[in-house]
């Protein structure tokens, strides 16, 4: 139980162009869904949490119109990087997790990541 | 601000010793301490720690938490080269209902042959 997956698991675009990324819990309804950045040799940054239905919550320093976010069901969240730059790539990682009922609520359970190259 | 300090951030050891991971942290509404290792994918999950002095054990992985000095320490005893990753120290609370996570810097440990 417990199955976070994301798609696409690595993409390369051009500079300027709009990346979408797919998140979903495949065994368990998310009520909340996190996107965290990771760049090379640092750790995981949090940058915003969604709630199923609502808008996100973006943490400081992270632009909503440039990473926008949709939770529209309790199985999928998108998060779409528009008018992507080269400083835009780095390993972006889904979690999700429950409020009540299975798996554990509140813990939180990551995808495998995607691998965003902007050229 | 909730900060997660990780110590040593770089160690290279040989197979066969024993090694400790240090995490301190600072935090409001703490709720529980985790330990995670990243290899070359998104980080999977070892132990969640809630309570102070109880260890958590999982095989040559252990690891306690001490809420007074708000610190946590992973081991690994008997290390193999399969043990080489980034393990990751996160800490959760609370927020409007919702968990937050907030993660160290990472310890970035080499087992060598």
């Known amino acids: 139980g417990a199955v976070v997956s994301q798609h696409p698991s690595r993409v390369i675009c051009k500079s300027g162009t709009s990346v979408k990324i797919e998140c979903r819990s495949l065994?368990?309804?998310?009520?909340?869904m996190f996107w965290y950045r990771q760049f090379p040799k640092q750790s995981l940054m949090l940058m915003a949490t969604?709630?199923?239905?609502?808008?996100?919550?973006?943490e400081q320093g992270v632009e909503k119109d440039k990473f926008l976010i949709n939770h529209a069901s309790l199985t999928l969240s998108t998060l779409t990087v528009t008018s992507a730059h080269p400083e835009d790539s780095s390993f972006y990682i889904c979690?999700?997790?429950?409020?009540?009922?299975?798996?554990?609520?509140?813990?939180?359970?990551f995808g495998p990541g995607t691998r965003l190259t902007v050229t | 601000e909730d900060k997660v300090v990780q110590s040593p951030l770089s160690l290279v050891v040989h197979e066969g010793d024993t090694v400790t991971l240090n995490c301190s942290y600072e935090?409001?509404?703490?709720?529980?301490l985790l330990w995670y290792k990243q290899e070359k994918k998104a980080p999977t999950f070892l132990f969640m720690l809630?309570?102070?002095?109880i260890e958590k054990k999982s095989g040559r992985l252990s690891s306690i938490l001490d809420k007074k000095e708000l610190f946590s320490i992973l081991n690994i005893t008997a290390t193999q080269t399969g043990d080489s990753a980034v393990y990751l120290c996160?800490?959760?609370?609370?927020?409007?209902?919702?968990?937050?996570?907030?993660f160290g810097q990472g310890t970035r440990l080499t087992i060598n042959p």
């Open positions: 979690s999700a997790s429950t409020l009540a009922g299975g798996p554990t609520p509140y813990e939180q359970y």
């Open positions: 065994d368990f309804q998310a009520t909340t």
């Open positions: 969604s709630n199923e239905g609502s808008k996100a919550t973006y």
């Open positions: 935090v409001t509404n703490f709720r529980s």
């Open positions: 809630t309570s102070s002095g």
């Open positions: 996160a800490v959760s609370s609370l927020v409007q209902g919702a968990q937050k996570l907030v």
